[in-house]
């Protein structure tokens, strides 16, 4: 009991207090503009009469978080992660303001790529502030607060940032978080100055800019052909494709395609359940309006649940900081699998579409007990002199595998199927994707012995 007490109580005691607080703050404002963004796009995105451009602030925002990622890696590994705590929020805070005060769509455009680059280089640095200030005991408590911090912003952010646009005007919904991100900027700088310089070591892997961008450019010609299919797009998505996997050489540990027996494992596990997760995230609702006749409101209350499950896992396993953390991300895999087992049923119009909750309230449950998993996981099997870029590659293995598995979804669409009847689509997706989620628990059975 009373070790169960200690536990819970590391997030606050005087040597954390300031760190905790700082972290998740900034992971909720992440998590809020993430979450409003995309409600309020419509109604921003006519006002600057840039209609033809609908897709292109989701994509500049996404090329901008793949490069900053990988250089962020690069820079924490080299001289710390206290100049990227600093930078990144402040970076991101202007981003906000130009996106408020945009006048254009070139404006907004712009606004985007600060903000991505400033969400990409925190990010990869509160992840190794984590590894920095918490113990490899502690991490699954922080971890879990990181979840619960995605909560709030996953059930009310769509709604406020409705409501904000409708009474105070779109430009708010980026206005309106000005103030938080310059209170998280303000309890970031006391704990930056508290970190060290890196001890100097004679050799790192280290990423390039070069497949920094390419990566950039891979990703984000794989998402503008699967939202955009035609067979202009098939070109240059297979041409996105190529100069993805040769940045993938650069920038992810050796051994991550075959799935080598720890960090390359680790990594491959978070880009195959990150997304499996993804697929049934971009096509629920779909499938929930158009096979099962709910209203668009309606139909995004499934993930809202996932988000409920994530977050209740997350807090399980923060309680248990004894427990096997490999087996743990086994039972994540597991859970994900079942979920999308149970999301191809729920593809077929002779299912009931109530199943759906239960499907997310179960993968959830499976991403809030396998996500903190593999990063504590990482920060083991990482050199410390490797962290920022074993984090990034992380982040980017994530990146990519929901890349894929989405744009797989958009083509099985256009050939199995239509936006006004994908059920066919969507079982072949589901039933892909619940593979993926068992080939994870295939390649995490195995990993090396520990000194």
Known sequence: MIVAERERGVLWTAAHR????????????????????????????????????????????????????????????????????????????????????????????????????????????????????????????????????????????????????????????????????????VLLLPVARRLGPPEPVERQRRATTVAALAAAVGVAALTWAAQHPSPLALGYGAGGLVALGAALRKL???????????????????????????????????????????????????????????????ALQGRHPGWSREAALRIGFGLVAGSLVLFAFVSQPWFPGWAAFVACVVGGAGMGTGYPAITVLLFRFSPVAERGFNTSAMQLGDWVGSALTVGLGGVLLGLLASARAPSNAVVVLATVLAGLALLGVLITRRWPTRE
């Open 18 to 185: 300031t760190t905790t607080v700082a972290s998740l703050l900034v992971v909720t404002l992440i998590a809020f503009e993430n979450m409003g963004v995309a409600t309020a796009m419509p109604t921003l995105v006519a006002a600057l009469g840039g209609q033809s451009l609908y897709s292109w602030p989701f994509t500049a925002f996404l090329v901008a978080s793949v490069v900053a990622t990988v250089l962020s890696g690069r820079l924490c590994d080299r001289c710390g992660p206290a100049f990227a705590l600093i930078a990144g929020p402040a970076i991101f805070l202007a981003g906000l303001v130009l996106c408020g005060s945009a006048r254009n769509m070139a404006m907004l455009l712009g606004g985007r790529v600060l903000q991505g680059l400033g969400s990409g280089t925190v990010l990869v640095a509160v992840s190794l502030l984590i590894a920095l200030v918490y113990t490899d005991r502690e991490r699954p408590v922080m971890y879990a607060a990181n979840a619960a911090a995605w909560i709030l912003p996953a059930v009310v952010g769509p709604s406020v940032a409705g409501l904000v646009t409708e009474r105070f005007g779109w430009r708010w919904v980026f206005l309106g978080l000005v103030p938080l991100a310059v209170l998280g900027l």
């Open 252 to 314: 992810l540990p050796p051994g991550t395609v075959t799935a080598r027996p720890g960090l390359p494992t680790v990594v491959a596990a978070r880009a195959l359940l990150g997304g499996a997760f993804a697929g049934m995230e971009a096509y629920l609702p779909l499938t929930m309006t158009e096979v099962h006749g709910y209203h668009p409101a309606a139909a995004g209350l499934p993930l809202t649940v996932s988000a409920l499950g994530w977050s209740a896992a997350s």
